[in-house]
């Protein structure tokens, strides 16, 4: 192509773009210009590059050992609470767990519910939601607050009144599907995926029209080119940078295999308005026991990169090829800019439940580094740069019938849900993580719809002698350094918040809500909450003062065994044993609670 | 009996005192010399006269502005919290509502539970339990924390490691029995009643030796002298002041009527060491259709005057002969001296459900005075004190298949279980109440065990124009003056506390609390707590600092129709269509919290 034919088609791609613009102007643009101002939290993550930032400085190193609880307010529900409000102008929104109680509070008004939406729900759900009937958060968009349910409905609410927009079912909880995800809404479309890797369920992420909730398009993780919307020829592998080729997910499973190859999509989706690309990445392959399962299982346990308008893939890197040890690829995607090799590139940070921060150009998925953020990551030895793919421990992959000893991390992962947060005056990335690792022993099983589809014995365990399970640390994702670290009794289940006041936030699994110096890691301030915290705290502005609110709540699978009322052994998916003690210091219970200075 | 014989038979009198008090010194001058100690808070209403005013005031009317959340811990448990919690020492204790669990914190170390009693308990219980599933607290002796849980059993549990001393059956909930009260120990006994008056359950109120757990009496309310442990000769009818008489109980039933005739006992205890008596309300007769059941209905809605070493009756004195109104007389009677006609004379004042604010003299059950403290009552006109009888009003008596509008107070009561607080320095009563009506539609009723023997529906309304449903007042019950009063949305249904700082602090319905100048009735703080409070605070000093500590947690009869998840029209006892609009405001959800200065 000559240089004026490229010009020429840079003008059609230009043009085409701003037409397409123009149409969906009203929920994205806005959407993206109301990220920016630090006063609100408008999408799950604050933002589309997830950073969890946030720009507010009235709470300051200097002042937060004064923060006082200013308000609070049951969320009506009992079981863990792994979202966060949303907070548009004076309104804050939040979603509770199951049963998926919808708020609305006028922060003007704090002791009135503008309205609540109690969603009719499918009572099997609950049965069928392997890690507790948690729920991430909600979404806002042109008026509307987009949530999902257990029971895998995706609702737009009318953000005034409460009342149902629209309603799409998205899967069906007899065959295993849930969806406990926070939608994500770019364009015109609400993005959202699908849970149930436990259960066979074969994983997509589906584009809901806004204004009407017809399903615009659908991608599979796993199966034909067609369904998978990878373009043989256009979709680059991150690992080889060339094109995957045809069939490059079929081919990696034996027969048909891949249609209970799990790859489900329930963890946290960011965006690239520039690239207009949106990033999320998939769950482990179906089963857990590996040897029934050959092949590196394409495209479970990736970072994908679609177009949000068409779905159709741009790229994709696979972590963990032929995921041995339930290392989910859900963990969110954080897009910043980095300086690699003495230049600036677009990259997207991941901390993947496999130990590795990952390190891609977000532009083609391309691998820049792989760190290790957790000390005691065994499985694998390193990542290599030039193939893209791990280079394993032998002893420690698994197998059938086979108790492998000491794997660390455990399925938990070393980082699970709780998603990282990225200060751009700091340049360094705040990370809650589980430090825990596993015995796994493999075995065959048959599957049956709507029946757990496991095939795995694990037992988990502290990563080291003392009572450690969950590290928060500053890290460096292109040098792999950690800055500081704070060792907590429990998995660090809460995804930190970072702000401009040099105070990150962060809640423990035994519910103490902690703001802690940023470039020391020194805890200035910390109160006892309600509960135990797996939320993500967030920051807003309200009649000019900083709040800081986070969802307190235990549970989720870092607590499963409490939100089960399991008492003995290790009962559930091996976690119950690892979290026996937590009964001891803190009980379920859900509640907002908003803290501020005087 | 001449001076000689009287000082004999006193000094007889006051030797077998010294005799009894030296085999129960141990649980019980201690428990009382406890209770004046104002850092602890020692029983379920502070203290045997159950005045529920702290001597604190590090926290008063100057400062209590600044007062904030200090820590908080969620109960476990979704629904109604109607208890407080007990500071014995450095180490709290508290009951949820059902499944009633029982925490025990040191305050030392408040990121620990030290212990967690989670008693199996008759699923069947809460089918049957008629206002929610409510806990009114425990109560501690002798090393031992006492309580009750819904299916009927009183545990005593080792202090130190919650482990089971002992377990008694009190009731059975198949036949509609249930247990919502706190206990109370007296000497070597811990007394408990029972629930289930809208079942047909004849109340009682039993003894168990504290070290045993054995039954050593019961007093039924209803039925033979014997049963009811009423002495014909030596027991007396308050409102008459003469002996009750052979049969007193039965001859004031129609047949066989008085089997099923209520008089259930889940109210509040106190207790006179100086005249080693034991005070209780008993519950509404049943059915609450009146024309099944002519007579008085004795001893229904009475007050009851028991020695606590034998169960025998001192005196009783009813205050709704044949309640036809559902206006049990379980609340609390609070223990004072009061000036009548210009002598000191030791006084028991009851804010009765049924709108009066009774005035005994403790000793003996006479009536001093009876003045109306809510402003709506019309079911009668006065108490004439002559007789100890009310002089009804004939348009509000109920009777089968007539509907009778706009009786005041509702069936909820003027005063329901919220107990009053009384300042010794100002001499006030400080009371939170209901501000509500009913109509009342009585129709036959026949019994079967363990189904709801009710036999009346109802309507219950706000007492005025507005939305006003409470009021919280501080009222002389000699002079019957309220000094002021706060008007609420919803029945205040939180017990205040009162304080020697000046400050009152208690809980709105839809989920305030609140610090109130006791001289003026001004609000100097408020918080939003998590849910809606049923709870009474307590006040205690850790280390040096006051504290006040408040169960949140909306539900009760005052909440039905939230807590059952009632959303129609007046389904339940009636309750449901006046607090319809209190979603709106508030959430299902117990917590504790705590406050204290900075």
Redesign the interface.
Known sequence: MNRMKRLCCLAIALGASVVISSSFALADESLEKMSDDPDQWVMPLGGYHAIRHSKLDQINTNNVSKL??A????????RGQEGQPLVIGKMMYFESSYPNYV?AINLDD????VW?FAPQQDKFAPSVACCDVVNRGLAYADGKILITTLDTHVYALDAKTGQVVWNAQNGDPEQGQTMTMAPLVIHDKVIAGISGGEYGVRGHLSAYDLKTGKLVWRAYSVGPDDEILFNPEKTIDGATQAPVGTNSSLKTWEGDQWKLGGGTTWGWYSYDPQLNLVYYGTGNPGTWNPTQRPGDNKWSTTIIARNPDTGVAAWGYQMTPHDAWDYDGINESILTDSRIDGSIVPTLTHFDRNGFAYLLDRRNGKLLRAHKFDPSVNWAKEIDLKTGRPILDPAKMTQADVNVKNICPAAMGAKNHQPASYDPRTKLFYVATNHICMDYQAFSVKYKGGFPYVGALLNMFPAEHGDIRGRLFAFDSVTGETKWAINDMFQDYSGPLTTDGGVLFYGTL???FRAVDEMTGKILYQ?????GIIGNPVSYVHDGKQYVAVLT?VGGWAAIGLAEGLTKGSEGLGAVGLTRSL???????????VFSLE
Do not use: E
């Open positions: 006082k609880v308000w609070t307010m049951s969320t009506g529900t009992l708020y704090i002791g009135r519910i609540k035994d519910g103490w109160f006892h909450a309600p509960s709540g009964g001891d210091f803190t009980n379920l219970g859900g509640t907002l609670v």
